[in-house]
């Protein structure tokens, strides 16, 4: 008799769940937000140093959801299930590489509806309250699927939701990665 006799029917008859990014494929409407990333300092960017390939250096800015309210995904099973999507936050990452700049330049005009005069700009903006409509793709890396903005639309509501954090207390908490410690470059 084995440790797992209860499960084994359960385990021959069910089919492997799918691997899935944070949230599902979609159009949502996004306003940068600032965030609390456990290190009790509210930022709404977070300079990135990629040492470990060529020194690229980028930038962190914090997506989150104001619309829709839910997401349809299938289950396993193939069962249909509403996902509450709203409020959940997405990192978006802008790698500065000579290649990337063109793609750059593009998506963040469209975030801010205008041109930088320089890179040296992106320190300056307060990103926080900027808002764009996203198109999410899952893009698989190094073994991982996360959800990933592919492309950026401009989106300007008429008044920015009134739950937007105002506080340190407010803000959301996401968790430190990995190498992803307050004062800490990112290696990617």
Known sequence: MGEFDGFEDDWKNTPAAEMRGRIPEGTYKFMLTAVNEGDDVLRDFKLLDNTQKGGSKGIKLYAEIIEPETMEVVTSTGAKEQMKVKGEILEILFWITVKNIPFVKRDIKTILGRELKSL?????????????????????????????????????????????????EDAPKVGAAKGDKPGEDVAF
């Open 120 to 168: 040296n700009e992106l320190t300056t903006i307060t990103w926080a309250g900027k808002t764009f409509e996203g198109i999410v793709k899952e893009e698989k890396y190094n073994g991982f699927v996360n959800s990933r903005v592919k492309f950026y639309n401009e989106w300007r509501p008429q008044a920015a939701p009134k739950d937007t954090p105002k506080t340190l």
